[in-house]
């Protein structure tokens, strides 16, 4: 918009009858229009069309031709960012949440960790076995699995590890550095629930355990009761097949649950009558307490969110009414309260939901600020459809103390701050 009192306007070309309705806005009003009369209308129009008159100064080029895959404005930059590893083959990819929309995270930048690199399969030789204590042992095709009634649903899927930091007192300068193991998309496949009704389970059935075709051979534990309810063995993400990254062609979502129980390149299922104690759920992937003892299967990811804008290493141009906006998840269900602070959590305000709500998915908040130009710290707090509230890290310390487990931090959903100062400039401290 122009500085001053000049008048930012749209004009057509309509009919007279329809010039008493025209609107005009001004700039660094509350966002209130002002009505403009029929003679002051007309004269703008005029002024319009005579600008219209003049020959362009910018000379008009050809625009690129068709490409054989969609790809993004060379003016955007959005990427994940890759951490280091001593070991070869494993690592982990960070999902550049501060520079997304929506809810919806795009398969290219959905987050990865893997523990021995990203296989090459044939989607035409792979296959699924389904056995152990089922009635009819099964191996499924991909083309058979595409065959069974397919089901499309939205789920964010969390590494365990994601924000660990944040307990060891190390908080992430960005979003992504700090929250960048979450991702939300549209996942497409068969509930294993039908193909464990095609197996017909045998009375003894407990727990399942699934095995991924990587080098590691990554092996988790389910309880049969999750996987009667939601969990889906999946081939599509966001419309297309899965990346190689995030399992191609096969994997399972088990929605809410730490990531490293959805298998990737799954193609073993074994229905048990206990949990096999498989090295990640046994020397890994666990909890350690104050008093020595580690907790196990600490499955559930719970209520978490994060604010990406304003966050670390953005800045405020100037002072005036701003976006928060930001991301809130539950491993436990819906979202459905979001409170925002911008004093460090002396005072909170209910943030606007700006989507469906859905289950064990990503949902976007936001609420309008005015920054005067000092110092703030902003935090937000969600609450998910069981009650639970998020905590902060003090809370959560006086629970589990600072004893790391032999990956570090797991679990942590603690309530994140951001440091806005008086140039504008935000920071993690």
């Not at 191996?139 to 069974?148: G, S």
């Amino acid at each position: 918009m122009r500085s001053g009192a000049e008048k930012v306007c749209i004009l057509s070309l309509i009919s007279s009858s329809a010039l008493d309705g025209a609107l005009c806005y001004m700039p660094k009003s509350k966002f209130q229009p002002r009505r403009i009369d029929r003679r002051e209308f007309i004269a703008l129009g005029a002024a319009g069309i005579s600008a219209l008159a003049a020959p362009l100064a910018v000379a008009r080029e050809l625009g690129d031709g068709r490409r054989p895959y969609g790809e993004r404005s060379p003016f955007e930059h959005a990427m994940r960012s890759f951490g280091t590893s001593s070991t070869p083959g494993s690592g982990s990819a960070r999902t550049p949440l501060q520079d997304l929309w929506g809810t919806i995270t795009p398969s290219s930048l959905h987050f990865e960790r893997h523990h021995s690199g990203v296989p090459t399969i044939d989607p035409n030789a792979h296959e699924l076995l389904l056995d152990g204590l089922v009635e009819r042992p099964l191996v499924f095709t991909l083309k058979d699995l595409r065959r069974f009634p397919s089901v499309s649903r939205i789920h964010f899927v969390e590494c365990a590890g994601n924000s660990g930091r944040e307990h060891e007192g190390r908080p992430g300068e960005t979003v992504q550095k700090s929250h960048g193991l979450l991702s939300n998309t549209e996942w497409t496949g068969v509930l294993l629930k039908t193909l464990l009704d095609e197996a017909g389970l045998k009375r003894a059935a407990r727990w399942i355990v699934a095995e991924g075709s990587d080098a590691s051979r990554l092996s988790r534990s389910l309880p049969l009761d999750k996987a009667l309810d939601d969990v889906l063995v999946a081939y599509g993400q966001n419309g297309e097949p899965l990346r190689p990254e995030q399992g191609y062609p096969l994997r399972l979502i088990v929605p809410g649950w730490e990531g490293n129980v959805n298998i990737k390149w799954v193609d073993r299922m074994m229905v048990t009558h206990e949990a096999f104690m498989t090295r990640d759920e046994a020397a890994s992937y666990t909890d350690l307490m104050p008093d020595g003892k580690a907790r196990w299967f600490t499955f559930v990811m719970e209520a978490k969110s994060v604010i990406t804008r304003p966050s670390g290493e953005q800045v405020l141009d100037g002072r005036g009414f701003y976006e928060i906006s930001g991301l809130a998840w539950s491993g436990r269900g819906r979202i459905k309260r979001v409170e925002i602070s911008t004093d460090n959590g002396k005072t909170w305000t209910d943030a606007r939901l700006d989507s469906a709500a859905l289950p064990k998915a990503a949902t976007r908040f936001s609420l309008p600020w005015k920054w005067e130009g000092g110092e703030a710290a902003l935090q937000s707090r969600c609450t998910d459809e069981t009650g639970y509230v998020q905590p902060t890290r003090e809370q959560l310390i006086s629970v589990r103390g600072l004893h790391p487990g032999p990956d570090g931090f797991n679990h942590f959903n603690g309530i994140k701050t951001w440091f806005v100062h008086n140039d504008g400039k935000v920071s993690h401290v």
